[in-house]
């Protein structure tokens, strides 16, 4: 059973790692790793966690890859900056802990809120110039939730496994 407090440090500590990215881009690596090792070092399921973080880095990872390589996405010199594979990091442990609950809604809950909420924080990252989006805008949002929707679910379907699944007697 989660911890209130926890819940909230976690949240707490996601939105300090994406403020960082928007507001410092490629200059927010060391706080966004910060936040990274608190969100591991405050997590109660670390081996579980960890275990999800890193094979879901790679669902994330192609999520962009695909963006990108289909020009819905685009990063500029870099195809995926280090930035935002610290960015998806931090995501992955808030997945865990703080959006937890976004992985047990309906199917017709969750859809909608994944693939009309998601491309808001691309297009506000476009915004400040950290990325480009595909152009018209709703275009761009609607290919990049469903590229979205579609890694969301193989997420959700990542943390229903056993090897990953926190349980509470197996508290790290």
């Known amino acids: ?17 994406w403020f960082s990215v928007f507001f410092l881009q490629s200059d927010a690596l060391l706080p966004v790793g910060i936040a990274i ?13 960890t ?6 880095l790679w669902v994330g990872l192609s999520i962009e890859l695909v963006a990108v ?9 870099d195809m995926l900056p280090v930035w935002l594979v610290l960015l998806w990091l931090a995501l992955l442990f808030s997945f865990r802990e703080s959006l937890s609950k976004l992985f047990h809604l309906p199917i017709k809950y969750r859809a909608p809120i994944v693939w009309l909420c998601t491309p808001a924080s ?11 989006t595909l152009e018209p805008l709703w275009l761009f949002w609607v290919i990049y939730g469903a590229i979205w929707l579609i890694g969301f679910e193989v997420l959700r379907w ?13 508290l790290s």
């Open 1 to 17: 059973m989660m911890k209130k407090h926890s819940v909230i440090i976690n949240f707490a500590l996601f939105q300090f790692a």
């Open 158 to 170: 990542l943390d229903a496994h056993a090897f990953v699944r926190r349980n509470d007697e197996v």
């Open 122 to 132: 691309y297009y506000a990252g476009s915004k400040a110039g950290i990325l480009s």
């Open 51 to 56: 275990k999800f973080v890193f094979i879901g």
């Open 37 to 49: 090792a608190l969100m591991f070092c405050s997590s109660p399921y670390k081996s579980q966690d």
């Open 69 to 77: 390589s289909v020009n819905v996405i685009d990063y500029g010199d």
